[in-house]
């Protein structure tokens, strides 16, 4: 197991409004259309579908990601699992109250993946991992 964490990022916005937009997986699509093509973790999303549980989409250079929501510790903590992946994970996006109206966010990422090719995905998955936290500062809540 391969366990990766996003930097703590800072968001002016109370722990609460940003509990309930990440614990609302339709609300990926907004963050995939925000996604920029030439992103430095080289990723990108095509053909995603969503529904307030689970997502659904081509993620290059993954491959295909189906993910549902498994829990929901309101207004701390989300967890996702993939049901189909090439590779199994497991998401938590963390948030930490940090005043009344500002927080702090942490995503982990724990991947399932071969010993003898940890040290390969280990970069991969760490830049996709960052650039979805950063993604996470780019959005209203």
Not at 15 to 43: C, H, I, M, T
Not at 115 to 120: L, V, Y
């Amino acid at each position: 197991m391969k366990r990766i964490e996003s930097k703590i990022k800072h968001l002016p916005y109370s722990q609460e409004s940003v509990f309930a937009k990440v614990s609302d997986l339709s609300n990926l699509e907004e963050l995939s259309r925000r996604l920029p093509q030439d992103n430095e973790a080289g990723v990108s999303i095509k053909n995603m579908s969503c529904t307030p549980d689970s997502f659904d989409c081509e993620l290059q250079p993954l491959g295909h990601v189906s993910m549902v929501v498994v829990s929901r510790e309101p207004f701390k903590c989300v967890k996702m699992e993939t049901v189909k992946s090439p590779v199994k994970m497991t998401i938590w996006v963390q948030i930490v109250p940090t005043g009344e109206n500002s927080c702090k966010v942490r995503l982990t990422l724990d991947a399932d993946v071969n010993p003898f090719i940890a040290k390969m995905v280990e970069k991969p998955l760490a830049q996709g991992v960052e650039t979805l936290a950063d993604m996470l500062t780019m959005i209203s809540y």
